[in-house]
């Protein structure tokens, strides 16, 4: 069975079809996700979700994407912390892509969500587009390698893998990994220690082919890891057996 670490399913795409996106996940043999905040005023609906389904978990923090979202509080994010299907902080880091400006709120925030992570023991969920190296160096700063965590819907060079592994971090790949033009993130894809390695959706968006360019869903996470089986000549199966245990491990997850 597989897991999609990496979902949005409080988003207004899978508003009212919930139970049709946990059926078609049992169909495809998806038997976990994990459901990602990216605000917090919106993080009642991801709790909500995974309280009222047992295969799915929450995380709590505040996307970098979203400067109106207020200041959060590391006293704030290890409050909500506390609820017993929360089982990671984030998604946080930095995204030099979309905004511009001083963004050095930005960077504050991050320092804030490493802080809550470290205080509460739970790993980070990190996001990060044009910005590696203030992300990986802000990690360090922070103590990020205490609690570890992923980094989500990686992009990013081998070195940069290589450093968040040094750090404890494992390296998640999505649907971007099937495109035609990701032949160097397959090539990293096929190099990531088998201990350190996630599949993921990032659902509702990077729908992997043959979905690309409609509504992701995190039953096309099995299309994501036969991608990454192939280029590690290695079978689904394995694949799936060695990510699920990953997400177990690294998330504090039962098996049962």
């Not at 397959?186 to 690309?212: F, G, H, K, M, S």
Request: charged fraction near 25%; hydrophobic fraction near 45%.
């Amino acid at each position: 069975m597989l897991v999609d670490s990496h979902c949005h399913l409080d988003f207004d795409e899978f508003r009212g079809r919930v139970p049709e996106i946990l059926g078609e996940m049992e169909e495809a043999g998806v038997s976990r996700a994990l459901c990602v905040s990216v605000t917090l005023q919106e993080s009642p609906r991801v709790l909500a979700l995974a309280e009222a389904h047992a295969n799915l978990y929450a995380s709590v923090g505040v996307h970098p994407d979203y400067p109106d979202a207020g200041p959060v509080s590391p006293d704030e994010l290890v409050a909500l912390a506390r609820h017993p299907k929360v089982v990671a902080i984030g998604e946080t880091g930095l995204d030099y892509y979309r905004l511009r400006g001083d963004l050095e709120w930005q960077r504050e925030r991050f320092r804030r969500h490493i802080q809550a992570a470290r205080r509460c023991g739970k790993p980070l969920i990190v996001h990060t587009r044009a910005a590696a190296a203030d992300t990986v160096r802000i990690m360090a700063e922070e103590g990020a390698a205490e609690v570890g965590g992923v980094m989500h819907c990686f992009t990013e060079t081998g070195e940069v893998a290589e450093a968040a592994i040094g750090m404890n971090f494992h390296i998640s790949f999505s649907g971007i990994v099937t495109f035609k033009n990701a032949a160097a993130l397959r090539d990293i894809a096929a190099r990531v220690p088998i201990d350190r390695l996630l599949v993921e959706t990032d659902a509702p968006y990077l729908a992997p082919v043959p979905y690309r360019g409609k509504v992701n869903r995190p039953a096309y996470v099995r299309f994501v890891a036969e991608a990454v089986a192939r280029v590690r000549e290695t079978s689904v199966a394995d694949l799936a057996v060695a990510t699920t245990a990953n997400f177990f491990r690294l998330f504090g997850v039962s098996k049962s």
